[in-house]
């Protein structure tokens, strides 16, 4: 488990890590967002790659889409749904030895230097490895409903809901004090 340093609780937390065990879950997040543009700029289609080659293209589709917005252009941004990390229970286990897929995208990211040319995060490299891995990731909402972290001025969770149609509904972040 990670939790940043401007991070804090201010309900009860339950035990996260037997939650997740109990769920079979990999990877627990706060809430999910996206990053979109020159932030994803070249790794939409590193993990696309990665996919194909391995037949699991239905693992990563379902994370990019394209952001049509009145200021985009006239295609619009590529983005690629991801998390917050400032909180996280990781299933370290599952990354020692990563399946090939996700194996062949990490040595493609390492390969491609997008990590400095386009200052990709962990988070949305960290995302695209397990759906890669085929992994489940659960929002602390799910696991905690009645906790609630805050992360600088931010609380989470209550903000990501899963609806019953299995889509996850848009989340805004509650603003403290």
Not at 58 to 63: D, G, N, T
Not at 93 to 103: E, G, I, N, S
Not at 140 to 146: M, V
């Amino acid at each position: 488990m990670r939790i940043d340093s401007d991070g804090t609780l201010h309900a009860r937390m339950p035990d996260l890590f037997a939650l997740a065990r109990l769920r079979d879950a990999a990877y627990v997040t706060p809430v999910g967002n996206a990053d979109c543009g020159a932030l994803v700029e070249g790794l939409p289609g590193l993990a696309y790659a990665a996919a194909e080659r391995h037949g699991l293209e239905a693992r990563v589709l379902p994370l990019m889409f394209r952001n049509r917005c009145k200021r985009c252009d006239s295609n619009g941004q590529l983005c690629v749904i991801g998390f917050y990390n400032n909180l996280e229970v990781v299933r370290v286990a599952d990354f020692v030895t990563l399946p090939p897929a996700a194996a062949t995208f990490a040595r493609a990211v390492q390969r491609s230097h997008g990590i400095y040319r386009h200052r990709w995060g962990d988070a949305i490299i960290r995302r695209l490895e397990l759906a890669l891995m085929g992994s489940k990731v659960l929002h602390l909402d799910e696991l905690a409903p009645l906790s609630k972290y805050c992360h600088r001025n931010f609380c989470m969770p209550g903000n990501t809901h899963t609806l019953p149609n299995g889509k996850v509904r848009h989340f805004e972040l509650a603003a403290v004090g």
